[in-house]
């Protein structure tokens, strides 16, 4: 009975459609310094694809110096790939590490992680 359950399990495992949404591009971007705010914009541009069978959702939060300054969801369909853009405006012209991670929803909200 015990193995017919784990069989019956890795059989929906594998068979059953899901989404399968990953982030295959980002790239950073700052707008020249500007002298009367001494502000940056930053922008992060992302490109998610969903090679699944089912649509799917993605958050990406950006981050600047390890402080995170923006955060967006991004509906990915079945099959497709979408582009989008997270941006900050950042204080002090000095230079600035970039870094962005993803996760997904939890349970029934569909902004945190």
Do not use: K, W
């Not at 009367?36 to 939060?61: E, H, K, P, Q, W």
């Not at 997270?86 to 000095?94: H, K, M």
């Amino acid at each position: 009975m015990v193995v017919l359950a784990i069989v019956l399990l890795l059989l929906v495992v594998i068979f059953v459609p899901r989404p399968n949404v990953r982030l295959t591009d980002v790239r950073y971007q700052t707008s020249s310094c500007d002298p009367v705010t001494s502000t940056v914009i930053a922008t992060a541009y992302v490109t998610f694809t969903n090679s699944g069978m089912l649509d799917g959702y993605i958050i990406a939060r950006f981050y600047v110096d390890g402080e995170r300054r923006a955060t967006s969801g991004f509906p990915v369909a079945a099959q497709s790939t979408v582009e989008g853009t997270l941006v900050a405006t950042i204080q002090g012209c000095s230079s600035h590490r970039y870094s962005l991670d993803t996760c997904f929803p939890s349970g029934d909200s569909a902004g945190t992680c």
